[in-house]
């Protein structure tokens, strides 16, 4: 992990091999202009950067970055402690946020949303080098929060890789007047423990699945777990037998490797709430019997991203000390077409008594995710999230970039909120009931699959677990699309997993701290 530091010195003056600033795209004709950031910025001739960067092919655009000799900008007689500045373009950027409306907001185009993304583009860009001084607004507690989360969930590399890879920067310091104030001494530590929360969870779904198998993922998430002071449980395949876990049982039966629930409690003596958080967890996704498409398969290691970020969520608040009880479901298993795999038409029974007619063997994230909301409602929590990579079609909906949240409407919109302070991009969905006889079998109480008809399948899916939950207030957040990267970085996302949902959990678990 990157060190980090807020100091209230000017930018200038602060030693670091690269000084970071933002620009914005030109409006109305006008020409390329650096974003203020108060007294951070003296000791620069913001005029004679901003008159340089034109010739340098520099126009502002999103995520675009510039380097150029401090001395460009050093005034007469003055120097500039870092020999280089790095300019990156946040495209309109602002003007764009401080307008926001509400589907701006919902897409990550806030204040925070923009200054995060900066934040992080600098991070990546300055992969190999020691130290770097950032000099973005930062005045406001939010900004700089904003811009201390997007700086450390930047700077990643996954450290499996052979050979290895360049080493993330090392050392990161926010030029801000608000060092030593004790919202900077919060945004530090926050900014920390969402950037380890993250770092795991890409690590995680960018793990081969040959070595994190169901077993492996639960140690791991216990090891983590009781290192935080988090209590653990998990459930092996004879256990899962015993208490009724039909579906995740019948997902995991063709596989070699056996399947996996870890339970995590977070129970700290002054929790103001209790909130259970379930990932789907399945660790390579064959589709089963009802086989994917060869080209499909290579990302499917990614089907556990749920369950990734679940545990990156809890732990981040336990790390924080945040006074909420966070009750962590992970369902793992692996979906493989082995000679026990289940088959479509296979009726199963499911924790709680449910019978459920498989009608495909790749609608099987919905299965373990219905196992483990039936059991995390039995600990009466006042509210329960999910959270998975389960269906294709949110990615046909919303695309690669943006998740979608249906359930209750007070969670849903309390996670659309979460998700808006966070600088993320979450999108609320509705559950049209029109749609749920879709669900219904001659066979079963329910079919898992609606078969021959494509319309709706991420709402039909959210039918689907919504029965599981009885009156408990939920969400479900479908982060198929955006949980792993298939394409560039872009921002502070690297290619493969993005840790995309664990900053919009902590944030809907730190505001309930707030009532």
């Known amino acids: 992990m990157s060190a980090l530091h807020i100091d209230q010195s000017p930018a200038a003056r602060i030693d670091a091999d690269v000084l970071v600033l933002a620009a914005a795209s030109p409006t109305d004709g006008g020409a390329t202009s650096l974003v203020p950031a108060g007294a951070c910025l003296e000791g620069v001739d913001i005029g004679a950067l901003e008159a340089v960067l034109p010739s340098l092919g520099f126009s502002g655009a999103l995520d675009a970055v510039a380097r150029v000799p401090s001395s460009v900008a050093a005034p007469a007689g003055a120097a500039i402690s870092a020999p280089t500045i790095l300019v990156v373009g946040i495209g309109r950027g602002l003007a764009l946020a401080e307008s926001a409306d509400h589907d701006a907001a919902a897409l ?4 925070a949303g923009v200054l ?14 020691e130290r770097a001084v950032l000099a973005l607004p930062s005045a406001e507690a939010s900004d700089l929060r904003a811009v201390a989360e997007g700086a450390m969930t930047g700077a990643y590399a996954w450290g499996g890789r052979v050979p290895a890879p360049t080493k993330p920067l090392a050392a990161i310091t926010i030029s801000s007047p608000l060092a030593g104030s004790a919202p900077a001494e919060e945004a530090r530590a926050r900014a920390v423990a969402l950037g380890e929360a993250v770092a795991l969870t890409r690590d995680l779904v960018n793990e081969p699945p040959n070595r994190l198998v169901p077993q492996a993922l639960a ?17 092996d395949e004879e256990d899962l037998a015993e208490q009724g876990f039909g579906g995740i049982l019948a997902v995991g039966q063709g596989a070699v490797n056996a399947p996996r629930l870890v339970r995590l409690d977070w129970a700290p003596g002054d929790a103001r709430a209790h909130v259970a958080l379930v990932g789907k967890g399945i660790t390579f996704d064959s589709g089963g019997l009802s086989l994917k498409p060869p080209a499909s398969m290579p990302e499917m290691k990614s089907d556990m991203a749920g369950a990734a970020t679940v545990l990156g969520a809890v732990l981040a608040a336990a790390r924080l000390f945040l006074p909420v009880r966070v009750t962590a479901w992970l369902a793992l298993a692996e979906n493989m077409p082995g000679p026990a795999a289940q088959r479509p038409s296979d009726i199963i029974t499911m924790r709680g008594g449910t019978t459920v007619e498989v009608t ?3 609608a099987e994230g919905r299965l373990v995710m219905a196992d483990a909301l039936a059991r995390a409602v039995e600990d ?38 979460a998700a808006a302070s966070a600088g993320e991009s979450f999108w609320a969905m509705p559950l049209p009931e029109q749609l749920r006889p879709s669900l219904d079998s001659p066979y079963a109480a329910l079919r898992n699959a609606v078969v021959g008809n494509r319309a709706g399948g991420m709402l039909t899916a959210g039918l689907f677990l919504r029965e599981f939950v009885g009156a408990t207030p939920w969400a479900h957040l479908d982060i198929a699309g ?22 919009t959990l902590l944030e809907y678990l730190h505001a309930l701290t707030e009532h």
């Open 116 to 129: 995060s993304r900066a934040a992080g583009r600098a991070a990546r860009e300055l992969a190999g080098v």
């Open 380 to 417: 009466g929590p006042g509210a329960v999230l999910d959270v998975a990579t389960l269906t294709g079609a949110q990615i046909v909906a919303l695309g690669d970039h943006v998740s979608g949240v249906m359930g209750t409407p007070a969670v849903r919109d309390g996670v659309a909120r």
């Open 482 to 503: 955006p949980a792993f990267n298939e394409r560039a970085p872009w921002g502070g996302t690297p290619t493969g997993g993005t840790g995309h949902g664990v900053a």
């Open 360 to 362: 495909n063997t790749d």
């Open 108 to 111: 990550g185009q806030t204040r």
């Open 219 to 235: 140690e791991r998430a216990a090891q983590a777990a009781r290192a935080a002071g988090i209590g653990v449980e998990v459930l």
